[in-house]
């Protein structure tokens, strides 16, 4: 069935506009779903809806919303309330400027909408303005209400058409300053990052949609066929890395590079090898990599990547 566009209204650059539909870019794949039983009957519980203070059990389509303006006290908002506090950007995406594509940290992308033109009317308008954004490679800037709230959107040509990427706000997203504010300023041993460019370069490719298939998912799926046969399946063995070792950086890179002739001094602290008298090491400890899971395809075979989502 051809899909239904989750929001109508208009396209507008200065005076130039077209009625537009907006469709979500993603679907629900038949992923993996779990109800909750009950151990002793092994039934499905089932969540009911019911007034917090006489325990009286409500038909969801009985509900209205409210706003708690204080404690245990609310005001009742009424489809005629939503429909009185409507902005221009509940109707209209107007384009409000133009950045560079890589102005956007990608930490800012929220979910992504296909946007289409909305019928004949206006299609030779959408067009123009698609030509000219990707002429242009800018990304264009707007607002939009979804879901009663407004959010600031990123529009960008994507194959035919264009593509809508909601933006998170500067206060939706968490301070990472606590997380990196205590990482050093000295820069790492410059031979070693010549070194990791070189793995960087050696395992450069072509971006695959298979990369980014859910592998715990595959597996998953094949321990359940076993279990719905009776049968087992056995645990994939995964080497954890021990977090107290203190890794030969330099040795470790070099061996990864195959380069094992040379091993230098391992250094006290992890990542500041220091160049000095070249010893030979008796033993040079691996650096500890997770295993792939083979016998997950064995037991189930490779799942076809979904359709790709967004760049």
Same mark, same amino acid.
């Given at each position: 069935?051809?899909?239904?566009?989750?929001?109508?209204?208009?396209?507008?650059?200065?005076?130039?506009?077209?009625?537009?539909?907006?469709?979500?870019?993603?679907?629900?794949?038949?992923?993996?779903?779990?109800?909750?039983?009950?151990?002793?009957?092994?039934?499905?519980?089932?969540?009911?809806?019911?007034?917090?203070?006489?325990?009286? *059990?409500?038909?969801?389509?009985?509900?209205?919303?409210?706003?708690?303006?204080?404690?245990?006290?609310?005001?009742?908002?009424?489809?005629?309330?939503?429909?009185?506090?409507?902005?221009?950007?509940? *109707?209209?995406?107007?384009?409000?400027?133009?950045?560079?594509?890589?102005?956007?940290?990608?930490?800012?992308?929220?979910?992504?909408?296909?946007?289409?033109?909305?019928?004949?009317?206006?299609?030779?308008?959408?067009?123009?303005?698609?030509?000219?954004?990707?002429? *242009?490679?800018?990304?264009?800037?707007?607002?939009?209400?979804?879901?009663?709230?407004?959010?600031?959107?990123?529009?960008?040509?994507?194959?035919?058409?264009?593509?809508?990427?909601?933006?998170?706000?500067?206060?939706?997203?968490?301070?990472?300053?606590?997380?990196?504010?205590?990482?050093?300023?000295?820069?790492?041993?410059?031979?070693?990052?010549?070194?990791?460019?070189?793995?960087?370069?050696?395992?450069?490719? *072509?971006?695959?949609?298979?990369?980014?298939?859910?592998?715990?998912?595959?597996?998953?799926?094949?321990?359940?066929?076993?279990?719905?046969?009776?049968?087992?399946?056995?645990?994939?063995?995964?080497?954890?890395?021990?977090?107290?070792?203190?890794?030969?950086?330099?040795?470790?890179?070099?061996?990864?590079?195959?380069?094992?002739?040379?091993?230098?001094?391992?250094?006290?602290?992890?990542?500041?090898?220091?160049?000095?008298?070249?010893?030979?090491?008796?033993?040079?400890?691996?650096?500890?990599?997770?295993?792939?899971?083979?016998?997950?395809?064995?037991?189930?075979?490779?799942?076809?990547?979904?359709?790709?989502?967004?760049?």
């Amino acid at each position: 069935m051809p899909q239904r566009p989750i929001w109508r209204g208009h396209l507008r650059l200065a005076l130039v506009s077209c009625p537009i539909a907006l469709y979500s870019a993603n679907h629900d794949r038949g992923s993996l779903h779990f109800n909750l039983i009950n151990p002793k009957t092994g039934n499905r519980i089932k969540m009911i809806t019911q007034d917090a203070d006489t325990g009286d *059990t409500l038909s969801r389509g009985d509900l209205v919303k409210g706003y708690e303006f204080k404690k245990d006290h609310y005001l009742i908002v009424d489809d005629e309330d939503f429909e009185t506090a409507r902005i221009e950007s509940s *109707t209209t995406l107007k384009i409000e400027k133009f950045v560079d594509t890589n102005a956007i940290d990608p930490i800012y992308f929220d979910a992504s909408y296909y946007v289409a033109p909305d019928g004949d009317a206006g299609q030779d308008v959408y067009l123009v303005l698609r030509d000219a954004i990707a002429s *242009t490679g800018k990304i264009a800037l707007s607002r939009i209400v979804i879901a009663r709230r407004e959010h600031p959107i990123a529009v960008m040509p994507m194959g035919k058409g264009l593509v809508l990427h909601t933006l998170h706000e500067e206060r939706d997203l968490n301070d990472y300053g606590a997380i990196f504010d205590h990482l050093p300023s000295s820069k790492p041993d410059p031979d070693m990052i010549q070194l990791a460019t070189q793995l960087i370069d050696r395992q450069t490719g *072509t971006y695959d949609p298979a990369d980014i298939e859910d592998r715990y998912e595959t597996r998953l799926r094949a321990v359940i066929d076993a279990k719905l046969k009776g049968e087992g399946i056995e645990a994939e063995q995964e080497e954890e890395p021990d977090r107290g070792n203190v890794v030969d950086l330099m040795a470790a890179l070099r061996k990864s590079l195959g380069q094992t002739d040379v091993t230098p001094v391992a250094s006290t602290k992890a990542g500041t090898s220091k160049p000095g008298k070249q010893k030979t090491a008796a033993k040079e400890k691996p650096v500890a990599t997770k295993k792939t899971a083979p016998a997950a395809k064995k037991a189930s075979g490779q799942a076809k990547p979904a359709s790709r989502k967004r760049a």
